[in-house]
């Protein structure tokens, strides 16, 4: 009997060109200002925060995100600007939508519902969506050298959603597991 556990999180990705733009800045960081962590995942909005999960029965948490995300609609999702969570962490800044808002809270719900996970953090604070380019590793001293230079620094777009994306640590970095379409016909 298999019971290893494994790290998991459920985020929404980007389509190619915004990944490419997001890992660009997160090589840049690696680059200037020794920040490496955040190339440890690809870029993503994260919904439901890592949590572990039996290998054993990945089968049951995929089964219980594709019956969510089957009654759910692509999300649009809008990027604005660069923002910080001082003084540690840079990200691209994600526009709290109504329809963002509602995925995240339905999902844990669902999920704390249905299998029992819960983040208790999460819980006790809103969400801010973000997608992260530097963080853990970028040190005090140089989040106040590089956070001016994106401060103000203009980025903007827009893309749906159409799927969530389930992601597995390998002990060295994310790696996507599955992608779950939301594909609800209702508008």
């Known amino acids: 009997m298999n019971n290893q556990q494994s790290l998991f999180f459920i985020a929404l990705l980007p389509p190619q060109e915004i990944q490419d ?28 925060p890592p949590f572990e999960w039996q290998l054993d029965q990945v089968y049951a948490l995929e089964e219980c995100l594709k019956s969510f995300a089957e009654t759910r609609t692509p999300v649009p999702i809008k990027l604005k600007g660069f923002g910080a ?12 939508t109504p329809e963002l808002l509602a995925i995240q809270k339905e999902l844990m719900a669902y999920l704390e519902a249905s299998l029992g996970i819960v983040h208790q953090v999460s819980k006790s604070r809103p969400f801010s969506p973000h997608m992260t380019v530097a963080f853990k590793d970028l040190t005090g001293q140089n989040f106040w050298k590089s956070w001016p230079e994106f401060e103000h620094r203009e980025f903007e777009s827009e893309f749906t959603a159409a799927e969530l994306t389930l992601l597995i640590h390998d002990g060295r970095r994310w790696n996507v597991s599955e992608s779950f379409s939301l594909d609800s016909q209702e508008f």
């Open 85 to 96: 969570f001082i003084p540690r962490v840079i990200y691209i800044n994600v526009l709290k």
């Open 21 to 48: 733009y997001a890992n660009e800045i997160k090589q840049y960081f690696a680059d200037t200002y020794n920040s490496r962590h955040a190339q440890k995942s690809p870029p993503h909005i994260t919904l439901q």
